[in-house]
């Protein structure tokens, strides 16, 4: 006989919430990578895709899932409603985005835009077009002229690190597509953002995982948050 419900105990009291702000880098450090990313020979091809990683949140597959249909380049909106996976089996398939709350429009900043230009102007034209479940034209082809899936990505973050850390005495922690998206939405919720429309922008379901961003902020974020509102009442 059991006299104690072993289990009678508030999850949250054992189970950290790190889903978002775990994996998140500093600013120096996000400036540091891209500015490495941007200046180097080899890794400069990859440069505006990173940049737009660390400045919308995109999920990975979302990102490799994007199309030349899903950006609209007169009205700066990324539309997303699907992301694109490789299984094992090296077939490429289109699902849902992960979450009730992925479909969403994402506005371009001046700077995500002009990246998005740049990825345009310079993606190759392959004499047959990938199609995968009724989608072309996909921002990224391979060498095989194959849609550029997260495991190329996850390899680009990787040898970016790589080749940092055997140049510099201060290393740069690990760096992948999801580290990026933790880092924006740290930085968002640092600049002030509203948790909904930064739940919004991540495409996050359930807004505890946005607000759990929120509970990393420090006495200057405060400070700095009630002088903002002061000034806002004068």
């Known amino acids: 006989m059991i006299r104690k419900n072993p289990f009678e ?6 189970v950290v919430n790190d889903s978002v702000t775990g994996e998140a880098i500093t600013k120096k450090q996000e400036r540091a990578f891209l500015e490495f990313a941007k200046d180097d020979k080899h890794f400069s091809r990859h440069y505006d895709g990173i940049y737009i ?23 700066c909106k990324i539309s997303v409603n699907h992301q694109l996976q490789r ?26 835009y002009q990246c998005f230009q740049h990825i345009i102007a310079n993606r190759p034209r392959p ?64 600049s002030g953002m509203n948790p909904r429309t930064l ?14 961003t929120y509970t990393h902020l420090g006495f200057e974020d405060a400070q700095e948050e009630l002088k903002r509102v002061a000034n806002s009442e004068q």
């Open 87 to 112: 299984k094992r089996n090296m077939e490429y398939i289109i699902e849902d985005t992960k979450t009730s709350k992925g479909t969403r429009e994402i506005p371009m900043t001046d700077d995500v």
């Open 53 to 75: 990683l660390f400045k919308t949140g995109f999920r990975i597959s979302e990102f490799v899932g994007l199309t030349l249909a899903y950006l609209d380049m007169k009205n």
């Open 127 to 190: 004499k047959t077009e990938p199609v995968i479940d009724g989608r072309c034209g996909f921002l990224y082809l391979d060498k095989d002229g194959k849609p550029v899936v997260a495991l190329h990505w996850e390899h680009y973050f990787k040898h970016i690190c790589q080749k940092y850390n055997s140049i510099y005495k201060v290393q740069m922690p690990k760096v992948t597509p999801h580290v990026c998206r933790h880092t924006f939405c740290f930085n968002m919720a640092k």
């Open 9 to 14: 105990f508030q999850p949250a009291t054992v």
């Open 199 to 212: 739940q919004y922008l991540m495409g996050h379901s359930d807004i505890g995982v946005t607000l759990n």
